[in-house]
């Protein structure tokens, strides 16, 4: 059987399409372009806004796949899976990528056992190995401490998921052109053992840290727990969330929602301050999209300050009292 073109799923809410569907189109591109195919955008929902799937052109996508059923208006495991397995096998695409949301861990593994393929979820890097053609997926393992490359070169689609906010979308670009395609959906195929109630959000989630535009994170520097109120003061006066590194979360400082990193959440803020944080690996790479980073630490040493944007060497036990009653005089 041939196989050819990159997918990527995106995701909707309400009609709306999401941030992470474009960025994943960032990554189909140049998945797509490596291998001389189409980027396919494939889309389920009810009453999808059609500026949005406009918008999947202009950001990358080729051409984009819509399903729309009042059935598919809200995620829900098996009408989900079931529907984009039928466009697998109907279009047969060689590779399909996937966000590592909430909807992309929990549709992906069950699309692919029903395509019979791997998949390789919580991707950090995606590449094409020059060779074969094959899709080379790197993704953190061991607890972070390494990363593994996988490869899958006998099965077909090469499915993965990617860390969201791990890139930015590109630009939108309103020259380009292609084709939105509607499919029509079997309703057989939309039954479904789950319905929707209602939506809670987990408090124990409050950080959320990915969505957040201002994060303010803390390390080991911060000495013990009880300091870390520091760190949700002056989140609070920014209206930002808490960050912190994986020790302070080893430490109990902060609960794992917190947690930044290859073995916690990517984020992408427009404003991300570490504090105590010396700047480990797998922490700069939780944190290689955020627009401005500042860094407290007072080892001038640190490798966070290779990554920063401004740095400040001092005691943060000076710095933080100072900014906080600046903060609030702003206020």
């Not at 300091?227 to 949700?232: D, G, S, V």
């Not at 109990?252 to 991300?272: C, E």
Request: hydrophobic share 40%; glycine share 8%.
């Amino acid at each position: 059987m041939f196989y050819k073109d990159v997918w990527i799923l995106g995701e909707q809410e309400d009609g709306k399409i999401k941030v992470v569907s474009y960025e994943l189109l960032k990554r189909g591109r140049f998945l797509a372009d490596k291998r001389s195919v189409k980027l396919v955008a494939v889309i389920l929902g009810k009453s999808i806004d059609k500026e949005g799937l406009q918008e999947l052109i202009y950001r990358g996508a080729d051409k984009v796949i819509v399903a729309e059923d009042p059935l598919l208006e809200y995620f829900l495991p098996e009408p989900y899976a079931n529907t984009v397995a039928t466009l697998i096998r109907k279009y047969n695409p060689e590779i399909v990528l996937a966000s590592a949301t909430t909807t992309g861990r929990t549709v992906m593994p069950a699309i692919a056992i029903k395509c019979t393929t791997g998949l390789t979820a919580d991707c950090t890097d995606l590449d094409i190995e020059d060779e074969t053609g094959n899709l080379i997926q790197t993704r953190p393992a061991i607890g972070g401490n390494i990363l593994a490359t996988i490869k899958t070169p006998k099965y077909r689609p090469q499915m993965a998921t990617v860390r969201p906010h791990s890139n930015k979308p590109l630009n939108s670009d309103n020259s380009r052109t292609g084709d939105i395609v509607y499919e029509k959906v079997d309703k057989s195929i939309l039954k479904s053992r789950v319905k929707k109630l209602e939506f809670k959000v987990n408090q124990e989630e409050d950080a959320n840290i990915q969505d957040a535009d201002v994060v303010i994170s803390g390390g080991k520097g911060m000495k013990k727990e009880e300091n870390f109120q520091m760190i949700h003061d002056i989140a609070a006066l920014l209206d930002g969330a808490v960050g912190a590194s994986r020790e302070a979360v080893d430490l109990k400082w902060a609960s794992y929602p917190h947690q930044v990193g290859l073995s916690g959440k990517t984020v992408g803020p427009k404003l991300y301050v570490a504090v105590g944080i010396s700047g480990s690996v797998q922490h700069l790479a939780g944190i290689k999209t955020a627009e401005n980073i500042v860094a407290i630490n007072n080892d001038p040493e640190a490798q966070i300050f290779q990554v920063a944007d401004y740095g400040i060497v001092a005691d943060l036990f000076e710095v933080l009292p100072v900014l906080t009653k600046k903060l609030e005089a702003l206020k």
